[in-house]
């Protein structure tokens, strides 16, 4: 026993050692950037990002800038929306972290608000911010100030239909409704709509219908209208006439949809490539006007580049700059375009044939003209965090939307009061 | 002859059908606790990379290990899975040296701050983790500790060892001190008591905080998120995580993942359990 | 015998006096620099009013978040949820656990692989529980459902009603805890001396007798550790309510805990939520002092 003891003992403790070694290691090499040798100096930049399939989209770009700009390494992390937010804010302040982020431009409202980022409008040049879309840049604005380099626009829900199931794209809720009574008829266990019932960035569209929005002009939450009653009375409704499921995350709509047993789904343009990957044969279309009301509005943002506030040194500056110019050049957005199927905001690219004869983006087109742009102010944060509650409760059927739009208002005024 | 053979197997105050309902509850309630487990194995075998089945087949249509072979050879899932041993192995190993010394003072002696020793032990768990996320990142850069191994296994060392402790100060007390004065009157010194009689005989208690600090070590990942940017890192789970997004996981792929994720801590835990059965000293010390 | 109480450096003979230091002092170093300095960091926070509108720059504001903090409706709202979550949690994984732990401490041929399928939720990390069990809780593909119609029984609406939602979460976390108990309590019954049992049937002693007065109070040592440390890890845990049901549906499977996390990390209002979670830490002080005093639990069996 006590031999064998010894034998463990010995291999744990050689163990311990290789990995206290291991540690050594890996600080050490940290520990030893700083002294390079003269030029050129390679700098090392880091980009955090949160798109769908990084590494389909990203790498093979970020080889071509590596080849053509030998001194500068760039190491791509990918992290979650929400983490990414929450790891940035983190990093920062312990002084650390990637030199560019990037992903949604609601991240905007916090990275500016917090410090974490800085302004860019002296940090490029006039000529190379006027090849960019003007709207998408200003979408990138806030207190005067231009904080992101937007590469696209988009990430709008559209109505996708599975062609084997439904032929044509209903016009507007009254056709829906037709369609869903014969369908439900002829197969029980089918479904005539699905989306995501549990995120408020789903009920966005049809609060846009009635004519209604979560700011004012003064950025103010007005989160009980009519408008919001009618769109919640909406969600209710189709779920009373079966129209979608009782219960359905993102995940179930998806399951439905790709298993033949939906026949639309309301979703956005990165998940087309899904669905053509299983050589679906399938529609996009304008979400279906309201009957009796107006075409929903879903959210479109942009995805942007934002540069950290610790980025101060000439050197990492430069780098930062040909990094971000180059990913927003006509080349690399075209390419880029043709895998996420967003419209590129270089306005050369965004006239080229390539994207204008895609046949996913002509479709989508019709969307992106009955649409509106997600407010990128920090508040917003908290409107999704008070209506996300209530739209479930109303969904559920354990409030009324009267109620819902009341307390979602009252929830919201009071939080955006405490975040001060 | 039927009377001797059910008391070689059995416990002689177990009557026949004592037995067969004992036997009958335990296998539906493995069963019933199995199925969530199987049912990961499900969603890894689909070839759809949906979340969700509409059927309720143990085995589904199109079963395909298609999903393990692209996690074993496509993705750095060895690589992920041999940091992850790495540090849930030192961590189990330390935690357990440094909980065994300091359970058995505790338990052996009384000394200043004994009390307040333990009730620290249980203090440090109160604290809700979301808070303590910032200080923790802040003081590993300050360190240098940041992608490195040190880095995971200090915290999670610190974080198991409370239990830890708790654990072996409880077994300890089981064990009669009746057994440390016969090695004394021999002329052994405390070291030496402690090392060759009370360890070997608190073998049990030591499993499980193994066990205990292995898995923390071995599942963690809101620290390990933060610390770990450099992919060769990775441990499991920030590896998988790195394989959700938003919108479009592959749940299939996920889903293989997370098996070959449970199976060494699995392994573990077989082979531990003996250790858990030996029982505790008792008996040793007659009269 | 059990146990002995513990005694002097000087009683135990070949011990020196700086012993019992010798043995704490690694243990108590490294938690001083890796958990006391991000505790303290933690309870300064409280005092500041750092969000993020003060992210550099912070004040300190005093007592102003805990005003904010008790003051707040919804915190005894929450308050009572935590408490029906960690007594739901921890009396059923203890109850289980230990029903379990009886049956299997016997002469048993094959138990070793009931055992081993018993304590297989314990190997599995949270995420991938949560993961799991959540597919089958949803109303039309999940398992559960599907059972319940192949039974004729209506479907259940999971995870979006909030209390079959509350009552979804605290399945999970029992399945996940009942392992743990079920080997602390494997542990305590073998050390349980056979003569006991053997004098109290001599006795006439009934089953609940002998549970009641032999097991019990010989598993007090290890079980109240146990339990005390069950509790406050019940009672802060986010994760396997996040996974499950992201706190929904409408916030009311919300504990305590996961309105620290929406405050601090959603919010940004990392001085609010550290002080809610000072207030969190004080609670669960009390309780521990209070509960480990009445079963005197960190003394032994026989005292």
Redesign the interface.
Known sequence: MTLRKKAVAIVLSAFLAGSLLAGCAATKETKKEPDQPAAPKVVELVFWEQEEAAEKVFDPILQKFMDANKNIKITRVHYETEKLRTNFLTAVQGNQGPQVVFGPDDNVGVFATAGVIQPLDSFFDASFLSTLNKTALDGNRLNGKLWGVPDRIGNQLMLIYNKALIPNAPANTDAVYKFAADFKAKNADKYALVFNQTEPFWLAPWLGAYGGSVFNDKNEPTLDTPAMVSAFKLMQDLKAKGVIPKESDYDAAEALFKDGKAAMIINGPWSVGGYLDKKMDIGIAKIPQVSGAGWPKPYTSTKAYFVSKLVTDKDMKDAVKTFIQYMNSEETQKTLAAIHKQWPTNTKANESDVIKNDPVMKQAAAQLESATPMPIIAQMRVVWDTWKPQMQLVIAGQATPEKAAKDAQADCVKKIAEMK | MKIRFKHRYFERGDSVPKIIAIYVTLTIVALLTFYPIWNIFNMALRPQQTLYSTSLRLIPENATLENFRVMLFEKPLLGWMGNSLIVAGTTALLSVVLSATAGYAISRFKFRGRKGFLTFLLTTQMFPAPMLLLPTFLLLTRLGLLNSYTGMIIPYVATSIPFSIWMMKGFYDTVPIELEYAAAIDGASNWTTFTKITVPLAAPAMAIAALFSFMTGWSEYVVARVILTKAAMYTLPVGLVTLQSAFSTEWGRYSAGALLTMIPAAVLFVLFSRYLVGGLTLGSVKG | ????P????GL?????PW???A??M???A??A???I???A??VW?AFTNM???N??TVKFIWFRNFY?VITDLDFYVLMFRSLVWTVSCVVFSVAIGMW?AI??N????G??I????????????????A???K??F??????IN??LK?LHISPV?W????TWAFAAVILVNV?LGFPFMM??C??GL??I?YELYEAA?CDGGTGWNKFRHITLPMLR??LV??I??SV??TF?L?NVIYLVT?G?????TDIL?SN???T???????G???AF??I??LI??VF??LF?WRTRG?E??TE
């Open positions: 015998m059990a146990r002995e513990a005694v002097s450096p135990l003979p070949g011990a020196k012993n019992p230091y043995y704490t690694p243990a108590l490294l938690m620099v890796f958990v300095y991000p505790l960091y933690g926070l969000s993020l509108t992210f550099w904010n379990l049956l299997l016997r002469k048993l041929p138990k070793a009931f055992r081993l399928f018993l304590i297989l939720p314990w190997a599995i990390p949270q995420y991938i529980a993961l799991s069990w597919t089958m949803q109303h039309d593909f999940g398992t599907l059972v192949q609406p995870l979006s009603h909030p399945w080997m602390i494997l542990g073998q050390s001396p049937d040592p290890v550790p146990a005390t440390l406050v890890w802060n986010v992201g929904g549906p409408g916030n009311k805990v620290v996390y929406r601090g990390v959603d919010f940004y209002r990392y609010y939520a550290s979670s000072l969190i830490f669960l002080l521990a002092m480990v960190d032994g069996a």
